[in-house]
């Protein structure tokens, strides 16, 4: 398939982002929820590892802490996928691809090695995550907006991080 | 009616991410490599009106906040390790979700990555409970508490400092 005719252009992503905050606001004031992603993740692997071993995921202290179970957070999150597929279908922006342009520039268009390099950072970036209570979701936007001070100090660490193993894979280019 | 309001936001919030194409790999790597702001015009651009509006509602007492404590032993080792996974994976947990629903399927390979880091630190955790999340925790404090300061002098400062970063983003072509 060639590239389509027509592809609308990106948003601003001032306003997109101005809109997103207002949506905060909104599910803040209506549902009482601030943005979150990563403790999904948490009750999806205990949802998976229950299937293989029910009773050890019943005595395990984090899946007790945050039982498998679809709340706010789960459909939020599988929302932005719909989200996301919506909108990409709607504005002809929707493209199957398993190496993104820029990895593909760099380390060349094997979709096993990128794979590898994405799945490793999601292990890292799931660790990092639980282990600071929060994402760029959590911390990053919900607890930088309430002017919580683990919000600062998890979005420095967050983009300290990135930068660096971005310079390793991209150092000069 | 709590699944349907996740439901409804997160489409909206998806529909935002991707027409400003912040869940796209290249533009997250584009900020990691400092060549490309899109996704922090976005996030401090939430923010900024995300911080006015919450604390608006808070003044006229319609929402309540809900902070998460200040453990140093696990924010600042967990921030870095999740920053050096981000800069691999190009995603992070809500944007994962997002690219995989624009048809990147790198971004099932993420996912399923979390979902074992998800594991391994549910395996971990007792230990990472007993030893480093005891560490340096400051309980659930905010700036305004910290800084003996009205919350909207801080909001004030952060606003202007965002509006003179976006300037100079502007000025810079990032």
Same mark, same amino acid.
Request: glycine share 14%; charged share 15%.
């Given at each position: 398939?060639?590239? %389509? %005719? ?28 601030? =943005? ?26 984090? =899946?007790?802490?945050?039982? %498998? ?6 459909? =939020? ?49 799931? =660790? ?46 | ?14 529909? +935002? ?42 003044? @006229? ?10 453990? +140093? ?10 920053? +050096? ?13 997002? !690219? ?7 971004? $099932?390979?993420?996912? @399923?990555?979390?979902?074992?880091? !998800? ?23 905010? $700036? ?19 509006? @003179? ?10």
């Amino acid at each position: 398939m060639s590239i %389509p %005719p027509s592809r609308s252009r990106p948003w601003s992503p001032y306003l997109g982002g101005a809109l997103a905050g207002l949506l905060v606001v909104l599910s803040v004031f209506v549902a009482g929820k601030y =943005f979150g992603a990563s403790t999904t993740f948490v009750r999806g692997a205990g949802f998976v590892e229950s299937l293989l071993a029910p009773e050890r995921v019943a005595a395990m202290p984090y =899946f007790i802490k945050e039982a %498998p179970k679809l709340d706010w957070q789960a459909l =939020f999150v599988v929302g932005i996928l719909v989200g996301a597929a919506l909108a990409s279908q709607v504005s002809g922006t929707f493209r199957v691809q398993s190496v993104p342009d820029s990895f593909d520039r760099r380390f060349g268009g094997s979709a096993l090695r990128r794979g590898a390099v994405a799945f490793l950072g999601g292990v890292l970036a799931m =660790f990092g995550a639980r282990l600071a209570d929060g994402c760029p979701s959590g911390h990053g936007l919900s607890g930088t907006l309430q002017l919580s001070v683990s919000g600062f100090i998890a979005l420095a660490c967050f983009f300290i991080g990135g930068i660096i193993t971005a310079r390793m894979q991209y150092k000069g280019r | 009616m709590d699944l349907w309001f996740g439901l409804i936001t997160g489409v909206l919030f998806g529909v +935002l991410l991707q027409r400003c194409e912040v869940i796209r790999y290249d533009r997250q790597l584009g900020a990691l490599r400092l060549r490309d702001m899109t996704i922090v015009k976005f996030m401090l651009s939430t923010v900024v009106v995300g911080m006015i509006g919450v604390h608006l509602l808070l003044d @006229l007492g319609l929402v309540k906040l809900s902070v998460k404590a200040a453990v +140093l032993g696990g924010v600042i080792p967990g921030g870095l390790i999740f920053g +050096l996974g981000w800069g691999l994976a190009g995603y992070c947990p809500g944007t994962a979700a997002g !690219a995989l629903g624009e048809g990147r399927l790198d971004a $099932l390979w993420a996912i @399923l990555g979390m979902l074992v880091g !998800a594991g391994l630190y549910a395996e971990a955790y007792p230990a990472l409970k007993a030893g480093l999340l005891t560490w340096g925790d400051y309980g659930k404090i905010a $700036l305004p508490q910290v800084l003996g300061l009205n919350h909207w002098p801080i909001i004030a400062v952060i606003t202007l400092g965002a509006l @003179l970063l976006f300037r100079w983003f502007e000025k810079k072509g990032l």
